[in-house]
DNA sequence: GTAGATGCAAAGTATTTGCGACAAG
DNA sequence: CTTGTCGCAAATACTTTGCATCTAC
């Protein structure tokens, strides 16, 4: 674990409030996804006074500041991860829901070398696989 | 070009109506990813009857039958896509917007590998790409 | 002839914003 | 103090839907 979230928003010049401070200990504390009604759900259990305007605008200014990413998976609601030192991708079961993190750096390194036979360079990317969990017996 | 629009909604037994038509017609004739605003505008400038309900309709009827495919790019609205044999990622130029359709078999094989380490079997996914176009000079 | 498609307007979601009151630095 | 933040409700953007009418097959 680097550096806290508080840390970062001092580190930026970011206003704490209370409301913000709440906001970034519940994204610490997720291992999940959540959307904004999730994050909002949890944030309001610890203080029910927080508006929904308030976490929509905190999550944004997080996501500004590189505190958070913002995921749009297939179909679903805005997501949001807090973000460290190491990126990785994700793959979701389609069945479920469940959100599998991992890394392959080979992958990266091939992205990078798509964009750049196209004269790009790579800013950013977005890999998401789906898939639905194999039975033992399947190839 | 392998089938037409049309053909494959008599294969699937989707009924034909003018509107679809048009619409189908339109799809065929946009090399680049309209998104639903766009394609009304398009649409409407053939039969300016057809209502924006209608649109929206029919391109959900079309990816569900596998004739369009839906990109839910960074931060943007829905855009669609004929889909066609031949499967591409995309990569976005973040400054123009402009997309670049690719394909690159080893990360294809290489995403199949990861879902399988994991268990999974992969059923679909997502690659973009967001790139800044390089001048000569540049590493 | 009948099931399904259309147009319209109204209703849903998800998200953003104007504004007066309030709090952080 | 002053600038930025908050809560609230209203506004916006995109998409879906109920209903009466119409049309493809």
Do not use: W
Not at 10 to 18: E, M, N, Q, R
Not at 115 to 122: I, S
Request: aromatic residues 6%.
């Amino acid at each position: 674990m680097s550096e806290t979230i508080e840390q970062k928003c001092l580190a930026k010049g970011v206003k704490l409030t209370d409301q913000r401070r709440i906001i970034a200990q519940v994204m610490s504390e997720s291992s999940d996804h959540p959307n904004v009604d999730e994050l909002y759900n949890r944030v309001s259990k610890i203080d029910s006074k927080i508006s929904i305007a308030t976490v929509y605008r905190t999550v944004k200014l997080f996501e500004e500041t590189g505190i958070l990413t913002k995921h749009e998976f297939k179909g679903g609601k805005a997501r949001y991860e807090e973000l460290n030192e190491g990126h990785h991708d994700h793959l979701i079961d389609v069945k479920t829901g469940e959100i599998i993190e991992f890394v392959d750096d080979e992958i990266e390194k091939l992205q990078k070398k798509v964009a750049e036979k196209y004269g790009y360079k790579l800013v950013d990317h977005k890999l998401e696989l789906y898939g639905v969990k194999k039975k033992q017996n399947e190839t």
